[in-house]
């Protein structure tokens, strides 16, 4: 990702509506920000869709679904 800006917390709605705008604005300007978001997007639907019929998927210690597929902590 090529710039500072919080994509995660734009995603899943958790930044300050400042913040959101800030990211709103830069979205328009920025072809690479823009695909980042839109990868981001794409793969937690395909995380979403796994653990809908896998959810034995997750690590049960951590819930972390990177660690039970790598064995490491992300």
């Known amino acids: 990702m090529g710039h500072d800006i919080d994509l995660t917390g734009y995603i899943e ?3 300050s509506l400042d913040e959101r705008t800030k990211i709103e604005a830069h979205l328009e300007t920025c072809p690479q920000c823009r695909d980042d978001l ?3 997007q794409k793969s937690g639907r395909i995380v979403t869709s796994i653990l ?3 959810p ?3 690590c049960p210690e951590t ?3 990177a660690e039970f597929i790598v064995g490491f902590p992300p």
């Open 13 to 15: 709605g958790c930044i």
């Open 38 to 40: 839109l990868s981001m």
């Open 52 to 54: 809908k019929y896998r």
């Open 56 to 58: 034995d998927f997750l």
């Open 63 to 65: 819930e972390s679904l």
